[in-house]
Antibody
């Protein structure tokens, strides 16, 4: 059974850096046709895709966040991470890590439970 | 970026009735559309991909249709556990984008 679990601080000060880690079990972040992704959901709002890291280390980011986002992977611990710099209150959201599988179709089939990050002084 | 627009924002339906949710893409996306269900405090749950292919263990009362820019999700006979938020998402191009959601509530 594939499981993903987000971890990281729940409170970040404005202008600082948000860092979250997703620990994966039941699958490997460095194999398969999977896009290891981060998404977020602002309170009471819809879902926003942040970016992915592929098994070969390739990344792609949402243009709206590209200048502030970095995704990385730690294959020895089977984790991937999100770094978001220069945060503001607008970055307050529930952050999800998820696996996107692409075969005949593409879809996010496994998700973490989500972690609320609040940006506040 | 492909903008996804869902309607209505809220759908009030009685248990046992049919619910039809709509999703429109701002540009052609073939059948590259996914539907998710989300309940409070939970992550989204995959329902349908490829516009019409139910995911594993998804009941047959959920069906998806459409291609190009217009899509629908139909729940044929609403059960108590179906009252939730529903999102559509396109995977025809990057960035992946989602609709704003339709809330299905008990009438």
């Amino acid at each position: 059974q594939v499981q993903l679990q987000e971890s990281g601080p729940g409170l970040v000060k404005p202008s600082q850096t948000l860092s979250l880690t997703c620990t994966v079990s039941g699958a490997s972040v460095n194999s398969g046709t999977y896009y290891w992704s981060w998404l977020r959901q602002h309170p009471g709002k819809g879902l926003e895709w942040i970016g992915y890291i592929f098994n070969n280390g390739d990344t792609y980011y949402n243009p709206s966040l590209k200048s502030r986002v970095t995704l990385s992977a730690d294959t020895s611990n089977n984790q991937f991470s999100l770094t978001l710099r220069f945060v503001t209150a607008a970055d307050t959201a529930v952050y999800f890590c998820a696996r996107e599988f692409c075969g005949t179709n593409c879809y996010f089939d496994y998700w973490g439970q989500g972690t609320l990050v609040t940006v506040s002084s | 970026e492909t903008v996804m627009t869902q309607s209505p924002a809220t759908l009030s339906v009685s248990p046992g009735e049919r619910a039809t949710l709509s999703c429109r893409a701002s540009q052609w996306i073939s059948n590259h559309l996914v539907w998710y269900q989300q309940k409070p405090g939970q992550a989204p749950r995959l329902l349908i991909s490829g516009a019409s292919t139910r995911a594993t263990n998804i009941p047959a009362r959920f069906s998806g249709h459409g291609s190009g820019t217009e899509f629908t999700l139909t729940i044929s006979s609403l059960q108590s556990e179906d009252f939730a938020l529903y999102y559509c998402q396109q995977y025809n191009n990057w960035p992946r984008t989602f609709g704003q959601g339709t809330r299905v509530e008990i009438k």
